[in-house]
């Protein structure tokens, strides 16, 4: 079955993704939306933290992420170029996100 996918994937890959409709209001809504709530935590974790200003984390939190979203767009366009295949990038970037997901319920269990 995941053979079977992989293969479909390759064949249609050319196809996938129409340049007018990725920023169709209907792809975006579920991303706008889990980037509020995440916006909505670490706004509730800066003003649980007791921080009088938020100026300095706003500022550090928006260059940490103009960096990191930059280098992953280069990096990004580098290995789309190199590797001929991009399901070989998406499969790292979805088993980046189970990482990522499985370190913090580790940590959730074990404190």
Not at 34 to 46: E, N, P, Q
Not at 65 to 89: P, W
């Amino acid at each position: 079955m995941i053979i079977d996918s992989i293969k479909e994937s390759r064949k249609t890959e050319k196809n996938c993704c129409p340049a007018g409709d990725f920023f169709a209001a209907k792809r975006l809504f579920i991303p706008a939306i889990a980037t509020s709530l995440d916006a909505l935590a670490v706004g509730a974790g800066i003003a649980f933290s007791g921080t009088s200003t938020i100026i300095f984390p706003a500022l550090t939190m928006g260059i940490v992420t103009a960096v990191c979203s930059g280098t992953a767009v280069l990096l990004g366009k580098y290995l789309q170029k190199t590797l001929r295949h991009t399901i070989f990038l998406s499969i790292a970037g979805g088993l980046a996100i189970i990482a990522v997901g499985c370190k913090i319920l580790w940590e959730h269990l074990h404190n």
